[in-house]
């Protein structure tokens, strides 16, 4: 045993003092409670009990004894013989005197054991925090300089506000033991990445050695999905920019499930991982389409945001006045931001607007095009090819006639020029052979100095300015010079992302031209989308899709299933068929098995059976098989007996996966446990259901439910028995109520009914009354399973008192829930706190609001919140919920709220985030008579790619069958022979 344990008798009573209190007593007193009564920190306790650390002092162990045996003593467990000899102080202290003189005596066994840790902890991703010293390095942005100012410290003086208070609360709870994420959700320069710089001074002084790990190389998505698996406990996971880790379509969604793993992972814990992204970026990941791109990145993050403000409010003002006299920046910064924007005047944002705004034509027309490029889907890193070619199509020709010819040169000393210490509007990216790494063998070095493809300088646009395109520049569709440009320059990645872009904008044949790029540069996904836009456009041509079918790689696991389901879906039979001749199951890269489960049904919905049998063989001959995998494991069993390859399912038996996978995903193991059935291997699924028994983590809600289910269904008793008998219900988490539900309808359905009372004794006791969907689904779940001395219990909480105003849906399931169980006091002074405090921001949420007090006969609560004016105060960011409100009000017969919601021209101003939020919207405001919004709203469509939206309207579908231009005109007939 490593000297940082414990050996002999001191062991043997602190493992018995753990197991007592976890077990026998339920774990109570809690880590944190003993740690009060110890005075030290609940993380200290933990290790002393796990037995990972020695205390210092005998005395606050002593404290955490007889804490435990007063809790003891009120269970009535204290006269038991064994637990009075766990309890005898003197015992204690004679066995902690031996183990502080072995301790001692062991002084060069520890120096071997701290080189060892050193060792391995060399081995773990990150540096130890104390070595993370330069902001910079981790994207702070650089502060203004501030006339002949020296002496300044690197960053100004920090103010802390709301959300830095949330997001230390996080911090904290990752200090104490517990894994946590925090997404700071904002504005460009509005502070984001500087609030979890600070956040990091709560870590670096604690007892336990922290690492920061910020993975950027090869790529983000790859650093992170090649060293994830080595993360170990006490790591921040620094996501800055979030977007770039999350949103790739090949690899955003691996890299969300190995970061959902990591923090669900207690022998890894704690972790903290924090990630900024831009709110766009938040909607676009946590936005559930069809098909649902983000659906692991949408778990992950989904009530974790912690939103940033774009300004300062009054107090935080005050609360910088206080400190500007220490620092020049914050002084200038207090006297000249406008509607209190510090942070951003402290990033230069002012210079870089003022520099931007008075441009002259053609380098604004530079800019331009590199803001459209970006916000349509291109990297960062901007070909100056392609924003050259494209500038002169934003001009008008008056002024393109008087552009001199060294427009070019003027332009880009000018953007690049820095503004008051910072950078400037475009940064020159330095491209070649990356500095200080081993990437390759001395003298075997490339001698490139460019990128792989969109060769020659590339640039890298202002993230502010950046951003105030995405915003200001939302209503516009690049000229045709920017798309031939784009088609020309674009590297092959950016050329399917904007190939995408113009086709939900219905630029269809620059859509066709870009995703050909791109299929011809290897990406066979943009190839699957070329054969579905063609298809669309000319149903009878078979030719792109036979060109794509012989001419595109097969490497991509993703690109050649979704290739194979377009084939299939237009019905391209010959094309499919030669697309299979060529093998794409012997050719696809299995490196990584996220994508084989999609391609083998694929192959077996085209029909190629004995293709899906070689893809499936040589995933299990590859050197490494994933045996640690429950679901992968599954599905190949599944699948092999599903083909009658028999001596292939010995094989994979033959590697043991019952005693090596993983024993953390309930879903994932009743699904394994089925399949070992079916292929009759039952000495496996004996050793897999005794691990779970024996290993499965509790605290799993949803997991403890799908293996009691199984076990129920298969009529496994005695394993249902065994694992009864540890007490889940005693120690799930109960934070998710949903599955804290389905849980006790498992436990009810198998005669369980102590843990039933065990654990809607802890709902009443214990559940966070702060959620108000979830308290409303524990209201329903105490009257459903529970006491009415239970419901009391709850109730005697306040809840009405104590819920967060903040979900409105959440709201009215409450109130509803109040009303179910006889409270009508507190549903009225909830009723009360929503209509005097409930934000009215939210559209969506104000119509729900709305709707539940009507049907309710609650006609004085509506008519007080429509006296708050909340069509005056709704953001008019979301085309659903305006329409939802528009509807509810005029059914209401608030006319004059829907007036003065009209007059705010909702149409000019929402974004279409929802599906089908456009067109709902358009109908809404044909209804009231509200035509000229309805046909600015139908303009705004197409440029907001929502042009399939735009094609349900009037006789669309026809005029546009190929189409559109740039400037909103039909597009003239095309075909394959018209792409190069």
Known sequence: MATGGVDGDYAALIADLAAFRNDRLQRRPSDRTLAKAADVRPTTVGDWLRGARFPQQIEPLLRVVRAVRAQAERAGLSRDPAAASLFDEQRWRDAYQAEARRRANATRTHVLAEQAHTVLEGLRPGRPLAQVTDPFQLEVHRAIEVGDATGLPQLPRYVPREHDRR????????????????????????????????????????????????????????????????????????????????????????????????????????????????????????????????AQARELLDGHDIRVPDAFSETDLKALAEHSAEDPRLREAARYAADGQITQYLAGVPVLMHRYTHAPPITKALIHAAMDARRLG????????????????????TEWEQTGEDWLERALEYVTTPCNGIPGILV???????????????????????????????????????????????????????????????????????????RSRGLYRDAAQLLKNAATQGDTSAGAALVSLMHAVHPTDRRPAGWVATQVPLTDMDGVSLLLDGLREARADEQLAALLARDPAAQVDISGSGGVLALLRSLRAAGAVEQEAALLGRVLDRSEPVVRDAIEVAWQLDHLRELGAHERVTTLLARDPAARVDIRSGFALTWLLESLRKVGAEEQAAVLAGRIIAEFDLRDTSGVAWLLERFRATGAAERLSALLARNPAARVDIGEAHHVATLLEKLRAIGAHQQVAVLTGRIAAEFDLRDAAGTAVMLAVLKEFGTDRQVAALLARDPA???????????????????????????????????????????????????????????????ALLARNPAAHVDLDDALGVARLLNRLRTLGADEQVAVLLDRDPAAKVCFDSPLGGIVLFRTLQALGADEQAALLVRRLPAAGRFDEFLDIDDHRERFRFGREPDGSPAEPWSWDDLQ
């Open 167 to 294: 997001l230390a609360q996080v911090v904290q709870r990752a200090a104490a033991g517990t894994s946590a994420l925090a997404v700071l959700v904002g504005g460009s320069s509005t502070g984001k990445t500087r609030a979890c710089w600070e956040a990091l001074h709560l870590l670096r002084d604690r007892d336990e050695p922290w690492r920061l790990w910020h993975p950027i190389d090869p790529t983000r998505p790859d650093a992170v999905l090649a060293d994830i698996g080595k993360v170990g406990p006490y790591t921040v996971v620094w996501l800055n920019e979030a977007q770039f880790y999350l949103a790739d379509d090949a690899l955003g969604e691996r890299v969300a499930a190995g970061l959902r793993e990591l923090l669900r992972d207690p022998d890894r814990g704690p972790v903290l991982v924090l990630a900024t992204l831009w709110p766009n970026h938040w909607a676009t990941l946590t936005t559930r389409t069809d098909p649902d791109r983000h």
């Open 801 to 863: 008192a104590r819920v967060e105003l903040r979900d409105a849906f959440g709201l009215v399931r409450l109130l509803d829930g109040l009303r179910a169980v006889g409270a009508v006091e507190q549903a009225a002074v909830l009723t009360e706190r929503i209509v005097g405090e409930f934000a009215l921001h939210d559209a969506s949420g104000v119509d729900w609001l709305l709707d539940a007090l009507r049907e309710s006969g609650a006609h004085e609560a509506v008519a």
């Open 428 to 502: 020159p990216i330095k491209t070649g052979t990356p500095r200080n790494r081993r990437t390759r063998r001395a003298g075997l070095a490339s001698a490139r100095t460019g990128p792989a493809d969109g060769h020659g300088p590339r640039y890298r646009l202002a993230d502010y300015l950046e951003q105030h395109g995405r915003r200001t520049r939302a209503d516009e569709i690049p000229p045709i010079d920017f798309w031939t440009a784009a088609a020309a320059h674009a590297p092959r990645a950016d050329q399917a992302a904007l190939g995408r872009a113009a």
């Open 378 to 397: 291109a990297g960062p890193h901007l070909p100056l090819a392609l924003l050259a070619d494209a500038a002169p199509g934003y001009l008008t020709d």
